[in-house]
């Protein structure tokens, strides 16, 4: 048994697979799935792997924010979470890898760099995926997009 306690729950619910429906019990959130066109399909929804871009530059720029905050930190600062789904010859099917770029508003690349990668440690999406996907950790220049 973990020692660890469930702090928060999340449920969603999908019908159709790749092209279907996706919603959280509440109806609070729904998203229509489509393959992408790239991959033959109508591309006239989200899909699987733009859902977990969102949710780990989220998750992730949270962990960013906690390190900015103990290093009292408060420049502005940007996740961009590229999702790639890739073939995989092991199997003939898929598998994914992330590239997370971060920017941090007037800090020099080797700071952004050492708190992004502290970030890749704490989060728990970094933690999930751990030895399971390649993820490259990268800085950019902030963009200053809101």
Do not use: W
């Not at 092209?19 to 992408?36: A, N």
């Not at 066109?37 to 977990?52: A, H, I, V, Y």
């Not at 890898?97 to 700071?111: F, R, Y």
């Amino acid at each position: 048994m973990s020692e660890s306690e469930v702090k928060y729950s999340a449920t969603a619910i999908n019908t159709g697979g790749r092209v279907g429906e996706s919603h959280v019990p509440d109806k609070s959130f729904s998203v229509k799935v489509s393959t992408p066109k790239e991959m033959g399909g109508p591309g006239q929804g989200s899909n699987p792997e733009q859902l977990f871009a969102l949710g780990y530059s989220a998750c992730y720029h949270s962990a960013l924010d906690h390190y900015k905050r103990e290093e009292k930190i408060t420049n502005k600062s940007e996740v961009t979470t590229t999702i790639n789904l890739l073939s995989d010859p092991t199997d003939g099917g898929f598998k994914l890898a992330a590239v997370i770029e971060v920017a941090i508003e007037g800090l020099d690349d080797a700071k952004v760099q050492e708190l992004a990668d502290k970030a890749h440690s704490y989060c728990p999406y970094s933690k999930a995926t751990s030895g399971n996907i390649d993820v490259t950790i990268k800085t950019k220049e902030y963009s200053g997009e809101e």
